[in-house]
């Protein structure tokens, strides 16, 4: 074996050596045994026992994360996909391992790319789990000043920040949701071939959706000609698109570049939930009220038949009034408003509406909801989706003399940080209007409340995953609030009964919808089919079938998986 | 490095540093720091700059430590200090730059007999070395190592030996250094010759097999791109494969200094 290079560190001698000369500068005893003791701090004293795991602070990570941050530093050589299913970690397991390779001197510049909605969350998550000095990217500068830096994707692949990018070189670098990588013509995975870099992770928790080829790109990207060309991997490993042959051997050579913890192997303690519906009855001016609204909407989407959009909104009303009288007043005004300036006078129809408005003294939902806090007497997080109703709500519990805070999406990043703390010390609720986005993170809660349903149930999923994630040691009870014999216990019907969504993993429902191309239109169709049909009949009959749409979609995709999990685990 | 070493270390480095603590206990401490800690400590090069062009009183940061995660909360503005907290990794990094050189003659308990006379104190040169291994992994083997200038003698773990000793930063009265042997360069040389064999002496199956994991990747290079093509992608993965695994030893220098005896 050729002899190991050996490079000698002279740079100190200069320097020693005039100090000996002029006889100045030397330092004291102390501080040489401190630095000695500095140095034996860091050292790192074999080649595999993982240093970041006592600098972790708040939280301990699962076993199968720790066994993973292992595996890709001593035997994949810190090039790995890693594939978790949605909700084990993965995030956490990149950032051990950046900060593993940070103790250890290997890795100075780290670049990580993420979807520009995950920048800030991504950030924040290193800054605070893992307090490494990452920087979100928003100047054209930081590519090449900042030592750790997360940034868009889509940001990195335009010019002129592409040229930028592609002229560092990266000891590591982190691609999250790679499975947007698994084109080789398109520019996100061009730009991920060409960036030089020493240590690869890629995070996907779907590697392989369709096509076998997917995989074969991706593993392409970490080590090119793992498999060998691609007609020899076409040839050995693939019977057809989607069919593979010699499994065993493909699932070997998987194994070696790609960890997939699921969570069948039993990994995730996670608590179970408890779901329970709980029917408002209207009292009879809210009953008055809500018919009066229904029959608004009608007649008014008779009149501007042809006007989606208008009509659209008339059913936001139908939905706000289930909610409250506060919620449904604003629009209603917005309309008087409207209406002021077009004719200058009232239509008798939105006064008529007014006056059924001002008849509702007591609203049966907050009564419901004030009875229930008292009965729970513990943290219960409340989700409403209308701001009037917010503000009724934080009112009606002040009066009550129940500690509660508000959490709003348009609250700055302090603000949100201090009134979760407040909740977590002080307040027993919190009434909250938004549920998505980055950082709301309330393991310490569990007791939900949906006082109104969102329509879209990807919104309902964000809701329950604040709460129902790792880290959440107890059961978790969710408290859907349905006003009898309204259009929103169609929706808790559909939700609950035909698609059994509080019985889905996180991540599955997005998968479904995906499929069947209903993401980002699905509360939209659901409100058309409220307009167009005759009756509370058609409307269930309608819900239903889209309710059938999706279970069987469901279903299908399970067997896929399945069967794909299959062949990659041999389980 | 447990709590309770991170706790002493802290308490040492802010006391070298001329830091006033305004509260201590097993589990925290809270300290007014001095001009210079701040400098170390507290990233804020403007501020200083500031402070002295104009010549404002200059305001310290007072700075609570806490050991123990679970008292975190017991402490307005507290800093948990573990092995991989920011602000510790800056205290090891400040220590280091500071306890660079020393020179330092040992203190006698022998009286000086005749107050005519002078005794001699024989010159050591005392250099810590820090070895790292590294492929695609890493690790670590602090030698420290000392050379007698005049006569040629090698010590390791002469560290730990100095440390038995107590120390002077002048020479005291009749007392003298004799003339050294060997030169610094000298003395250096022959210590990093003897790192050297000692280097050679170790398990090298790390670096073997790093060198074989390489071998393997370059090859699957060579039959994944087509043959004879000047093909700039595959340049970048040889460049790549060989950084990521190419087995070296690297020595640096974590401090040196001269270290007058009496005679071992």
Redesign the interface.
Known sequence: MQSVPIRMDRKWLGPFQERVESDTGWSTWEWFQLAVEAAEAQVVPDFDTLQCLNTLTGFTPLPHQTATVRRVINEMNGRAILADEVGLGKTIEAGMILKEYLLRGLVKKALILVPSSLVLQWTRELNQKFQLPAMAHKQSWMWEQCDILVASIDTAKREPHREKVLSQTYDLLIVDEAHKLKNRRTKNWQLVNRIRKKYCLLLTATPLQNQLTELFNLVTLLKPGHFGQEAHFQNEYMAGKRMPKNEERLREEVRRVMIRNRRSDGHVPLTKRHVTTIPIALSPEERALYDGVTQFVRDRSCQEAGDLKSALSLIVLQREVCSSRDAAFLTLFKMFQRSEQDEGEISPEVTHLVNLLRAVKRQSKVERAIQLFKEIDEKVILFTEYRATQDMILRSLAAEGIPAVPYRGGFARNKKDWMMELFQKRAQVMVATEAGGEGINLQFCRHIINYDMPWNPMRVEQRIGRVHRLGQTRDVHIYNFATENTIEEHIIWLLQEKINMFEMVIGELETILEQLQMKDNLEQRLMQIVLESEDDREIRARLADIGENIRETREKILAETEHRERWIHGG | ?AAD?IRR?TE??LT?HGCHFIEKSPNHLITQLSIEADKDLVHRPFYWMYVEKMGIEPQPSILTFVFD?QELDQHDRGE?L?????RFLT???A??????????FEESARPVGNPLSSRPYIPWLGV?F?V???C???????H?LGINLHSGEIMEDF?REM?RRR?N?KLPANRHTIQPQLR??EG?GEL?RFL?TQ??RQD?T???QA?K?MRI?LE??????PEGENNA?KE??I??TI???H????????????FYLEAL
């Open positions: 490095m070493r270390f040492r480095f070298a995660p948990c573990n092995p991989g907290s920011p205290m090891l990094e220590a280091k730059k500071r306890g660079r050189f020393v020179r330092l810590n820090q790292s291994y590294v695609d992994q890493k690790k670590d083997v602090i420290c560290f440390k120390w930063a610094i360069a250096v990093e050297q280097i050679e090298m790390w670096a073997k060198l994991r990747e699957q290079l060579e039959h994944f791109f992608e970048q993965r460049r790549e950084w990521q695994y087995p070296r030893v690297e020595v640096e220098v974590i401090n040196a200094g001269l």
